[in-house]
């Protein structure tokens, strides 16, 4: 969910060959946001519940909480987040077809909330820059291009 709907939809037209095909993976799972946060909200709540009262039943009250806090935030918070910073595209085109089950697998409950909230918020999310933020981002990337063009021109 870090890439806009916009940007996928550049990277799978004009991305480099393996982003083009991640992207198009992606981008029938992220069409609709609101369905896919609630989706994964209801998964997250459900994972978070769950622990605590699995390890009630192994350990005492005290260590089922402490525990459970403990590998939620490594590896369901900081990990996740470490990786898909720097690997996103990648873990989301992997994880996709586990996403599309879990989004068919809670659609009863997640879909009237994302109904709800499409029609408080509206549908779409476009992350559209205004012309000077447009501007400035090209400004920043121009030397970018030109180092490029002078390296293959020299054929390195």
Known sequence: MFLGLVDLEVLSKSG????????????????????LLCTLLIGNSLAMESLPIFLDKLVPSWAAVLVSVTLILMFGEIIPQAICTRYGLTVGATVAPLVQLLLWLFFPIAYPISK?????????????????????????????LVCYDRLEKEGI
Request: no cysteine; net charge positive.
């Open 116 to 144: 709800v909230l499409d029609w408080m918020l509206g549908k779409g999310h476009a992350a559209l820059q205004r012309r000077a933020e447009l501007k400035t981002f090209v400004d920043f990337h121009i030397p970018q």
């Open 16 to 35: 480099r060959p393996q982003d083009r095909i991640h992207a198009s993976k992606i981008l029938p799972v992220v069409k609709n946001q609101h369905l």
